[in-house]
């Protein structure tokens, strides 16, 4: 079974404590908290001080996804706002391979991002180093898009890659587009976690949609 992330940029932010409950109580695996800056991507969200509230409620693991240029500057930051999980984009990073041992030194998982005209080959070198490859399935920026279909390919190719390299334990990822009709064929594929923003927070019944996306697999 997959592991499920919502993604709170879907969430109601007049509501957040609410929100971060309705996760605690759900079968949900962990927080996804997205971090755009306006530059890296042509939107922003929210940052630290909101994470550290979030931080404060949330009883599950926090991943940040970071949608920003020059991420090293403020990976000590993050970590101090309580992030367990910190994902930086392979796009933003000119010395990739510092910022890994830069997020780990300080006690956090190591997570990269791949944008969809980013191939998996690129990370043949970094996979060794981190814990988990986020495959985005959208263009990064918005929520509610439409997962983009080649992606399913992708996630073939980087399994099989992890598999040549002994490298099973690294975690596949996959944000954007995830919905209850494509969440089957994107575990089947080979992800172990599925983020999801708009199919979780604007369903009637969040906490019920989790368990569905959750047993997807099954159909
Ligand atoms: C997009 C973000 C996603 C987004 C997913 O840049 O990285 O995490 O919140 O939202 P949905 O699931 O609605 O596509
Ligand atoms: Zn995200």
């Known amino acids: 079974m997959p592991l499920i992330a919502p993604s ?7 509501r957040l404590e609410d929100e971060c409950r309705m996760v605690n109580e759900s079968q949900a695996d962990r927080f996804h908290l997205d971090v755009m800056d306006g530059r890296f991507v042509p939107n922003i969200s929210f940052g630290i001080p909101i994470i550290e509230h979030i931080r404060k409620v949330a009883q ?10 020059e991420p090293e ?3 000590p930051d993050f ?3 309580g992030a367990d999980i910190l994902i930086v984009h392979l796009e933003t990073c000119r010395n990739l391979h510092r910022n890994i041992q830069q997020i780990k030194s300080l006690g956090m998982k190591a997570g990269v991002a791949i944008n969809p005209h980013t191939p998996p080959i690129a990370l ?3 996979l060794q180093d981190i814990d988990e490859v986020l495959i985005m399935s959208v263009n990064p920026g918005f929520g509610g898009q439409k997962f983009i279909d080649q992606t399913i ?4 190719e980087l399994k099989k890659m992890l598999q040549l390299k002994g490298l099973s334990r690294v975690l596949i990822e996959i944000d954007g587009g995830v919905t ?3 969440a089957a064929g994107i575990a089947h594929a080979g992800a172990d976690i599925l983020v999801a923003g708009n199919t979780v927070f604007k369903s009637a019944d ?5 368990a569905q996306l959750k047993e997807a697999v099954h159909q």
């Open 60 to 69: 599950k693991p926090c991943e940040v996804h970071l949608m920003i240029e």
């Open 153 to 156: 390919e992708k996630i073939r």
């Open 73 to 75: 500057k403020l990976t």
């Open 124 to 126: 043949s070198e970094i």
């Open 8 to 14: 709170l940029l879907a969430s109601n932010f007049l």
């Open 180 to 182: 209850l009709e494509n």
């Open 206 to 210: 969040p906490k019920a949609m989790i």
């Open 79 to 81: 970590h101090q706002a």
